[in-house]
């Protein structure tokens, strides 16, 4: 299907902002919930590091392919972090890799950002009703372990 010269308001939101829109929105609610805890100098693109599964145990490396940021953007997010005590990087112990792990400051924001979590689920849960809530739910899992994630794939066919 071929589509040219389609002015915004001709098409509908597609999946993509269906589901980019409430990420936003909830990562800048995160945030400002963390600013307002404590965690001032926390900012959005800082949600790069901090993000599900968080940063424990990866490499720098590893996190910059995640979320599609270069190694030097990564690194320094990295550096900010570990300037305000969130995290630290050590050596692995092969000596090759460096790996990120959480300080008990770091920690404290995981912890905050799984309470401001679970309370916008619960909001979401309100508003949109058990049925449906558990539903989208569901449905998210299910895309979450399918093959429509196929970033590494993805992500070679865009560099050829």
């Keep these: 299907m071929e589509f040219t010269h389609l002015s ?3 098409v509908p939101p597609l999946i993509g902002a269906l589901l980019r829109l409430p990420a936003v929105v909830i990562q800048r609610r995160l945030i400002a919930e963390l600013n307002r805890a404590g965690f001032e100098e926390l900012r959005l693109p800082h949600m790069a590091v901090l993000q599900y599964p968080g940063p424990d145990g990866f490499r720098p490396t590893e996190l910059a392919e995640r979320t599609g940021m270069s190694k030097q953007a990564m690194n ?4 900010s972090l570990e300037r305000w005590g969130y995290l630290h990087r050590r050596k692995a112990k092969d000596g090759n890799a460096t790996i990120v792990e959480s300080t008990e400051r770091g920690r404290a924001v995981w912890d905050q950002m799984v309470a401001s979590l679970y309370q916008i689920e619960h909001e979401w849960r309100e508003a949109l009703g058990d049925e449906h809530f558990f539903l989208l739910k569901d449905m998210l899992a299910k895309v979450w372990t399918s093959d429509l994630l196929r970033e590494r794939e993805v992500t070679a066919e865009l560099e050829d």
């Design 8 to 10: 915004t308001t001709d």
């Design 76 to 79: 320094q997010l990295l550096q």
